[in-house]
């Protein structure tokens, strides 16, 4: 467990590295043209932390209206609100708030800033159809994700591909409508890579922020699996919801919150989604000592 822990925030950290890579090739091509261009890239990072910063503060509450979810109580719902406050107690954190969304679909997310800030929710179609070490095995999942701040980390993420969006754009467009240090062949070469990053960085970085996406899956699954020192737990409560119906109330801005992907995609769309393959963390699962 331990080992896989270890692995999956390797991972991340090396994502978040390639990601800084991409920003500062881009700041020195737009310098190298420009002339003065890492304002550009400061300028871009500016806007896209302010637009973030809206989600990051209220986006618990956004994501929880968009998705149904209504509070409950330990008194209204006993079984689930001492599970999720047992499993806070093993973690450490503070009993994060219980969210309960009325759906016979088999899901859970976890949400908020920081453990002080945070909400777990389920659909009542995963408290009805797991057994008690399986709802359980989820709940830790859900539990590891507040202690990890991976919706910190994701925040983080969003504020990066956002940075590289606009710059590819403004490089892009202000070529397009003249500008630049001078209009030798040279400059033609830099529009045409100017072309290349409006394409390929905003697609690129995507892709990164998908897999560090799926990395902090893997890092909840090894992390829950921690805390209940069951993995067979979550193993079976996954076989079960990857064969469960969607959830009508999820979207793509909030299906990366959630334990399994909501919307169920198939085919090309498994490229672009936020989790790994359940068979593949089942496996990892069952391979933990």
């Known amino acids: 467990?331990?080992?896989?822990?270890?692995?999956?925030?390797?991972?991340?950290?090396?994502?978040?590295?390639?990601?800084?890579?991409?920003?500062?090739?881009?700041?020195w091509a737009l310098d190298v043209?420009?002339?003065?261009?890492?304002?550009?890239?400061?300028?871009?990072?500016?806007?896209?932390?302010?637009?973030?910063?809206?989600s990051y503060y209220k986006g618990d509450k956004i994501a929880l209206r968009s998705t149904g979810?209504?509070?409950?109580?330990k008194e209204a719902d006993p079984y689930v609100y001492r599970m999720v406050e047992n499993m806070a107690i093993t973690a450490g954190i503070p009993t994060p708030k219980v969210y309960i969304i009325d759906s016979p679909a088999m899901n859970a997310f976890a949400t908020g800033r920081d453990p002080e800030h945070a909400s777990v929710a389920?659909?009542?179609?995963?408290?009805?159809?797991?057994?008690?070490?399986?709802?359980?095995?989820?709940?830790?999942?859900?539990?590891?994700?507040?202690?990890?701040?991976?919706?910190?980390?994701?925040?983080?993420?969003?504020?990066?591909?956002?940075?590289i969006s606009l710059i590819s754009n403004w490089f892009?467009?202000?070529r397009w409508y003249g500008g630049g240090k001078s209009d030798s062949k040279g400059s033609g070469y830099f529009a045409i890579i100017g072309l290349i990053l409006l394409i390929l960085s905003p697609i690129i970085a995507e892709l990164i922020k998908l897999a560090i996406s799926r990395k902090r899956e893997y890092l909840a699954d090894a992390s829950g699996a921690l805390l209940t020192r069951y993995p067979e737990g979550l193993a079976r409560a996954l076989e079960?919801?990857?064969?469960?119906?969607?959830?009508?109330t999820a979207s793509t801005a909030t299906a990366h919150l959630f334990i399994s992907n909501p919307l169920k995609g198939k085919g090309f769309s498994k490229f672009f989604s936020?989790?790994?393959?359940?068979?593949?963390?089942?496996?990892?699962?069952?391979?933990?000592?």
Not at 34 to 46: D, F, N, Q
């Open 69 to 73: 979810a209504r509070e409950t109580t």
């Open 240 to 248: 079960k919801i990857s064969k469960s119906s969607a959830l009508p």
């Open 274 to 289: 936020t989790h790994p393959p359940a068979e593949d963390r089942i496996k990892k699962l069952r391979g933990l000592v």
């Open 122 to 163: 389920v659909t009542t179609g995963i408290v009805k159809a797991l057994e008690n070490e399986e709802l359980e095995g989820v709940i830790a999942h859900e539990i590891s994700h507040i202690k990890n701040f991976d919706i910190r980390l994701m925040t983080i993420v969003v504020v990066l591909v956002g940075t």
């Open 172 to 174: 892009f467009r202000a």
């Open 33 to 54: 043209y420009y002339g003065g261009g890492y304002a550009m890239v400061v300028g871009a990072m500016v806007i896209s932390v302010l637009m973030t910063l809206i």
């Open 1 to 27: 467990m331990y080992s896989q822990i270890d692995s999956n925030k390797r991972k991340t950290k090396i994502l978040i590295f390639v990601f800084m890579i991409i920003i500062l090739a881009i700041g």
